[in-house]
């Protein structure tokens, strides 16, 4: 019984530090919203975005976590599986007819923190992955917009508004509307009210639930853009604000 709460503090210990990390972040991403740093706004338009669009801004609470976790797993299974094996060896010398090896054994008992570790080592290398991915795509949606001349109304637009709608989505942020722009820290996005096409409101299936998006179609990509929400009241309200501003 005391070998399984040991094994069961790992997975713990990963919830609540999972935890933790995104409760961080959407503090941050609140921040980002509501322009605490002066300093930023001081900075040229596109300088301005990237810092507060690039992923690593608002993600580093879930990095830290991972590095952390993937830590703490990597020691505790060396240490511990180690303890635990010269248990087994101390066992065998008792039982020596026992069909279990003592390295069978310490697998069986800890295959939860093994699986784990695994788990954090591949989440880890996947944000590092898209950091570089989402940068990328943070660089090109500025240039897109510079090049029609159009940042420098969007930071005054940013700066402006205090207008913030929760999403109610975990992996995305909430969003902000300005007066003729709207705004998504994550997934990155700027997007010109003048620029959209049409917006469409449809439900969304998964096993988890339902959630509610707006597909909004731009008249200067042939890509839609999608934002989830977890009431439908919510993005109702939205795209009538959107509606009315174009």
């Known amino acids: 019984m005391e070998m399984f709460k040991i094994i069961l503090f790992i997975p713990l210990l990963f919830l609540f530090s999972l935890f933790l990390a995104f409760t961080i972040r959407k503090r941050i991403i609140e921040k980002i919203m509501f322009i605490d740093d002066d300093n930023l706004k001081d900075l040229v338009p596109w300088d301005f975005f990237y810092n507060i669009l690039k992923i690593e801004k608002a993600a580093k609470p879930i990095y830290y976590a991972e590095f952390f976790l993937l830590i703490v797993d990597t020691v505790y299974i060396l240490f511990a599986g180690y303890t635990e094996y010269l ?5 065998i010398k008792k039982f020596p007819d026992f069909p279990i090896s003592p390295i069978s054994s310490i697998f069986i ?3 939860i923190p093994i699986i784990l570790w695994f788990i954090i080592l591949f989440l880890l290398l996947l944000a590092l992955f898209m950091k570089k991915r989402e940068n990328k795509k943070t660089s090109q949606l500025l240039n897109d917009l510079d090049k029609y001349k159009l940042l420098n109304y969007a930071k005054e637009d940013f700066i402006k508004s205090n207008r913030i709608v929760e999403t109610g989505i975990i992996i995305q942020s909430d969003i902000k509307l300005g007066d003729k722009y709207l705004f998504s820290i994550y997934p990155a996005y700027i997007i010109p009210y003048s620029w959209i096409a049409d917006i ?12 509610f998006y707006l597909d909004f179609t731009l008249k200067k990509s042939y890509k839609s853009i999608r934002i989830f929400f977890t009431k439908k009241q919510v993005a109702e309200k939205i795209k009538k604000f959107i509606s009315d501003k174009r």
């Open 200 to 211: 469409k409101l449809d439900k969304f299936y998964s096993r988890g639930g339902s959630s």
């Open 87 to 91: 248990k087994e060896l101390e066992f």
């Open 109 to 111: 008992k800890f295959t």
